[in-house]
């Protein structure tokens, strides 16, 4: 595997370990607390390279080796879900004392968490828009600006390489959750992140059956990430990381469906007359449109809808009667799915014209979807 290699190469080859597994091409699932060491001295240099079940198995390695390559990251750390990988990255940089400059676009846990239990441990946290300049919100005990580009249900795309230089000039570190286009899509390691940070839950698991998080640091950023992990005693399973790997090997191919049937889904519905706007931004008249190009090297299949204004039973006829879009939290896997968006702003950047949905473009015919679609804005018409 060389670096120059497309994903889908990439994404065939990296983290096996066929010669040490009898020549089976997947690593297999390990389950482990106790590692056996040879004798006394064995154990005294601590110099196995699997030590005790919760610091890694080979599971677990495998997979941290394939992403570590993928983002382009001197060291990686899995956890046990997409939020707690938000927490534990903002753990290894923040103390009492310090100040977090948080995107008001974020994850809405994510800024439950530091509004929270963040905040009893002593770091403040303030909300910056997403496209805002962050060089004038920068304190003297800001240690961090955290990014999420696209946005969570609404898709503003950051200027990450404008932000991480406003941030190092001061020596503040950059955390980005790169949930939306995976490190397929977008390495934020390369456009200057410190720690990158993805819901592995959601495209790498791609198949809505497991939990997992990851957090990939470059090289100034990866001991005091060790650290935390190691300290907080966060450790995900081998079940787990098995079907994570499993679901990377397939991503980048997944990937390129769920964008295209995801551009066909919103270019249909940006020209329906029940729709006020489409938030995705591949499409040429999104705000985002010009930096998601220059930065990014293609879409997911989530994207927002805001309707013109209907009331809930409309919203509801449309949504309730779909035959293809599950109704639930979560998105990245195989299958369509719907949901409301309740938008929560402390900057006021986002006002919406109507009920705003959120929609995840799966792996069905596209023609199919669209023709679901159809019918749920005839239903929402009928009762406007
Ligand atoms: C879902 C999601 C998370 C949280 O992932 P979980 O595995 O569900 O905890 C974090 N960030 C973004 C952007 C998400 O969409």
Redesign the pocket.
Known sequence: MEDKDKPETKAVSLGRMSDEHFGVVNTPVYRASTILYPDLAALKANKQPYTYGRRGTPTTRSFEAAINALEGAARTVTVP??????AVAILSVCGAGDHLLMVDSA?E??KTFCETTLKRFGVETTYYAPTEDVAPLLKPNTKAVFC?SPG?LTFEVQDIPAIAKAAHAKNVSVLM?N??ATPVFFQPLKHGVDLS?Q????YVGGHADV???YVSANDSHAAQLHETHGNLGLYASGDDCFLALRGLRTLPVRLARHQETGLALARWLAARPEVARVLHPALESDPGHALWKRDFSGACGLFGLVLKPAPEAAVAAFVDGLQHFGIGY??GGFESLIVPAHIRRSTGTFAAEGPVLRLHAGLEDAGDLIADLEKGLARLKEKI
Do not use: V
């Open positions: 879900s997409g939020l707690n990988a938000n994850y846990p994510t999420e969570s959750d949930t939306w940070i819901a592995a839950t959601k939990m997992l998080g979560s998105w």
